[in-house]
Nanobody, 128 residues
């Protein structure tokens, strides 16, 4: 029903910037939350940022606040992740996800359980 395709990853030197894109397709009438997660080699997938349709609220992992910016273009069904001042520790596969069905009263925007569909990821590699 819903497909997500990430793009924009690549090899970037430390201190540079990158904008990741996620194209969402499928017949859906609404969505609650779109999010970005990342997974470094040998580590768990972790929350990066999320944005809600209602109210336009944005959420970020505390350690990433300031360097990462999430945004959407709802008319084009796109979600973006702008990354500035890239660091080697940002190296990871970045995934986008969407919540289309609210299963709980709580918005689990920072948890994998809060999303219904996932993309395949895009690799971001930061060299020092």
């Amino acid at each position: 029903q819903v497909q997500l395709v990430e793009s924009g990853g690549g090899l970037v030197q430390a201190g540079g910037s990158l904008r990741l894109s996620c194209a969402v397709s499928g017949r859906t009438f609404s969505w609650y939350t779109m999010g970005w997660f990342r997974q470094a080699p040998g580590k768990e997938r972790k929350f990066v940022a999320a944005i809600s349709w209602s109210g336009g609220n944005t959420y970020y992992a505390d350690s990433l606040k300031g360097r990462f910016t999430i945004s959407t273009d709802n008319a084009k069904n796109l979600v973006y992740l702008q990354i500035n001042s890239l660091k080697p520790e940002d190296t990871a596969v970045y995934y986008c996800a969407v919540e289309v069905q609210r299963s709980y009263s709580t918005n689990y925007y920072d948890s994998e359980y809060g999303y219904d569909y996932w993309g395949q990821g895009t690799q971001v590699t930061v060299s020092s």
